[in-house]
């Protein structure tokens, strides 16, 4: 990708008018979570098709507002595992850091669609707090910074903080889960690339795509690219209803993540967030459409299948 102002990418390049003439678009859901999809995914959309798989993930629904009691603001319990500000503490050997409250795109599925970022993101001011706590627990082995978005962070801002990173001794692995090369890869510039290459942890990149449809062809070099700074490059999909309830459509993703260079890694129940309960299937529906996987995919491109549950300290398998 060229070296072009990334930002401008991430901009909203679907508008409201573009999608009033459609059934299932609703304007007060729009106002309660806003409507923001970057110029490159806008064009794996086919807004003809009402049903399109990209476009339900980010079409705002009347459903949204619709009140559902078993589903909440909070549903994977942020919050109460956030010792400091901008810091997720769950899991053994590995800490989260909120590095960004910012997204390229507004996924209506997305479980922190309702989470305080202003109040609870490590921004530049507070990294320092967020760093002390890491040296201070030497049993963490893993920095996963997520956000939002990790990657709406200035490469700059990014090397400042890897570098703080590398320099604690029991730090050994830096991992980056990001949906910005699937949706908005002219962030993926040359200056990002010797960034990347420059980090001396072992390096992850969790990848975000629910879709085939979201794998167009020309992200093939940047992913190549990421993949040749030594970085690992897997993806994590989560099961929505009408996106991707289907075992051919999620055979066809593991088999296209893989000749994209990805590994298929986790299967995600949805997390029930608070306007997001249209996009949820039963258990059971999941663990049937996982059994079918098993039959139709060699087992390395079989994603495990997973559900959140707040105040666990694993993710929970689904068998």
């Not at 479980?111 to 963490?140: C, L, Q, V």
């Not at 290459?197 to 190549?224: F, G, Q, R, T």
């Not at 690219?225 to 055979?251: E, M, R, W």
């Amino acid at each position: 990708m060229s070296k072009g102002n990334w930002r401008d990418s991430t901009k909203n390049h679907v508008t409201p008018n573009e999608l009033a003439d459609l059934q299932k678009y609703d304007k007060k859901a729009e106002d309660l979570f806003p409507l923001l999809v970057p110029s490159f995914l806008k064009k794996n959309i086919n807004f003809n098709n009402p049903n399109d798989p990209i476009l339900l993930q980010v079409l705002p629904q009347k459903s949204e507002s619709e009140e559902n009691t078993d589903f909440s603001d909070d549903p994977v319990g942020d919050m109460d595992a956030s010792p400091i500000k901008g810091v997720i503490h769950k899991y053994h050997g590995r800490v989260l850091l909120i590095a960004s409250g910012l997204c390229a795109v507004n996924c209506r599925y997305c479980f922190r669609r309702n989470f305080p970022y202003a109040k609870n993101y490590a921004s530049g001011n507070n990294w320092s707090n967020a760093i002390e706590y890491i040296k201070e627990n030497t049993d963490i082995t893993e920095v996963i910074l997520s956000g939002g978005d990790p990657l709406m962070l200035s490469t700059n801002a990014l090397s400042k903080l890897t570098d703080k990173l590398a320099q604690i001794k029991h730090i050994k692995t830096l991992r980056i889960h990001t949906r910005i090369p699937i949706v908005s890869p002219e962030r993926i510039t040359n200056n990002f690339i010797q960034w990347l290459n420059k980090i001396p942890l072992k390096k992850v990149m969790v990848l975000h795509c629910n879709h085939a449809n979201e794998l167009s062809s020309d992200l093939h070099e940047v992913l190549k690219k990421i993949a040749n700074t030594n970085t690992v490059l897997l993806n994590q999909s989560v099961l929505l209803k009408d996106v991707n309830d289907d075992a051919h459509v999620l055979s066809d993703l593991s088999h296209k993540l893989f000749d994209f260079g990805v590994l298929p890694y986790y299967l995600n129940q949805l997390d029930k967030a608070k306007g997001t309960h249209h996009f949820g299937i039963p258990n059971s529906t999941a663990k049937s459409l996982h059994k079918k996987l098993l039959q139709l995919l060699p087992g390395y491109l079989v994603p495990k299948l997973v559900e959140e549950i707040s105040g666990k300290m694993n993710k929970s398998p689904l068998f």
